[in-house]
């Protein structure tokens, strides 16, 4: 698991294919805003959102976005890091490495 940098998080814009995943809660989100580029994803349900269960046509109403693969490059992020490491390595058990 790799933990990408300020510069990284920065040019995502110019990255589409790497997808920017806040873990926290939406509460949180209204309080101190969000990336423009992150999709709003809470730790709780991380593990049912990469699921085989949820499919990319349900991923993309949802989130605007394809389900990534366990190929494309995702990045969480948090507040502090501790969902964001933990969302990480719940998917890294499922499959995902990148």
Known sequence: MKV???EEVKDLCNHPE???IDVREP???LETGCIPTSINIPLGQVQT???DDTSDEDFRKRFGRHKPSRDDEVIFMCKVGIRSEKAAQA???MGFHK
């Open 27 to 29: 509460h949180e989100l």
């Open 18 to 20: 790497k997808l920017l």
């Open 49 to 51: 959102t990469f699921s």
């Open 91 to 93: 998917v890294t058990q």
């Open 4 to 6: 990408a940098t300020y």
